[in-house]
């Protein structure tokens, strides 16, 4: 005689409800179980993604083997987000055994796991093909694809960071040799291609205090075009100036409402970014470097700041060094000249 047609409190197909059940000896259906989870773990290794592998799987033993839920479960501290398939109810305290309906909970912790998964979850009908040893099996390989994913994103995240401290301390090495850049202008236009390269952003402008006229004034910039060479400012005016006054670093995100830009005009197209004083590490900033991504684009993070500030004030020694050079190169020629008018001079007479 068939089972009673039980309430569909989980929202499943009449697919899943006509799920065979077992026979006298429940023989046949040990063997149907046996026959699926080949089908299954086929499953769990053919998706790209760990949790695509697992909402597979689950269709499958939904479908023909009567597993309602399955949730998945982190141990606490870890990095894995918990998910549920097929019922948000699944997640309230049941012990292993418990029992919904005609529906039976079984908590399945994995036989080994690096990612940090403490357990499945299933809702199971009764006389569901499937046994304690099916989700074993299933349990122990939906933590392996977790570990395997893991380990792969771990990798790849490895040679991102290797490959970027590369890059760090070569952009940091050729700004502390820019002293042999003897040409000032061919500097500063380094400086800016250089730190936008590094911080993977498209635009860079440097701006320095005009001895003169004591306003800042943009020298040198990278993807922006050639009129913004030239503008000047206030010292206290706009983000720039604001930044040379205080001399503290700034960083601002796509969707910032920092204080310290109330009042000023943002532009659209700016997403993400960072602007910071040039200062030695004794003495007044003599200038700002600027650095922006425009949208869509990731914001710069705290990491990027303290790199940045770093890169601007290795900049600000490379310009004072060219500086310092051009002014005593300039010196030893009126010198030479001085010498030589004073030897003509001394012949006349």
Not at 29 to 34: D, E, L, V
Not at 187 to 211: G, H, K, N, P, Y
Not at 293 to 321: G, W
Request: glycine share 6%; proline share 4%.
């Amino acid at each position: 005689m068939p089972d009673a047609v039980q309430p569909n409190l989980f929202g499943d197909s009449s697919e899943t409800r006509n799920a065979p059940v077992l026979d006298g000896t429940g023989q046949a259906s040990r063997n149907a179980g046996q026959d699926m989870l080949p089908r299954v773990l086929q499953c769990l290794h053919s998706a790209t993604r760990a949790s695509d592998a697992v909402s597979a799987a689950f269709a499958l033993m939904k479908s023909k083997g009567g597993v309602r839920a399955i949730s998945v479960e982190a141990a606490e501290g870890s990095s894995l987000p918990a998910f549920t398939l097929g019922v948000a109810g699944l997640l309230l305290d049941t012990n292993d055994g418990g029992r919904i309906s005609d529906e039976t909970i079984h908590a399945v912790k994995p036989t080994n796991s690096a990612s940090g998964i403490e357990q499945l979850r299933f809702v199971v009908r009764k006389n569901s093909l499937v046994d304690s040893a099916f989700l074993q099996a299933v349990t122990d390989v939906v933590a392996l694809r977790f570990d395997c994913e893991q380990a792969h994103s771990g990798r790849i995240h490895a040679e991102r960071e290797a490959s970027r401290r590369a890059r760090e301390v070569e952009a940091m090495y050729e700004v502390g040799q820019a002293i042999d850049r003897v040409d000032l202008a061919r500097l500063l236009s380094f400086i800016t291609e250089r730190a936008a390269s590094l911080m993977e952003a498209q635009a860079c402008s440097l701006m320095w205090v005009d001895s003169s006229t004591g306003r800042l004034r943009i020298e040198a910039s990278f993807g922006l075009s050639n009129e913004a060479v030239g503008h000047e400012q206030e010292q206290g005016a706009g983000i720039a100036g604001r930044v040379l006054q205080t001399e503290q670093p700034l960083r601002i995100l796509e969707d910032s409402n920092d204080p310290f830009l109330e009042g000023l005009n943002l532009r659209p197209e700016i997403g993400s970014s960072m602007i910071v004083p040039m200062k030695p590490r004794h003495g007044r900033a003599s200038g700002v470097l600027s650095i922006r991504r425009r949208r869509p684009s990731p914001d710069f993070t705290e990491e990027d700041l303290k790199l940045f500030s770093v890169f601007a004030s290795q900049a600000t020694l490379a310009i004072r060094n060219v500086k310092l050079y051009s002014d005593l190169k300039r010196r030893a020629d009126e010198l030479v000249n001085l010498a030589s008018l004073t030897r003509a001079l001394i012949t006349t007479f």
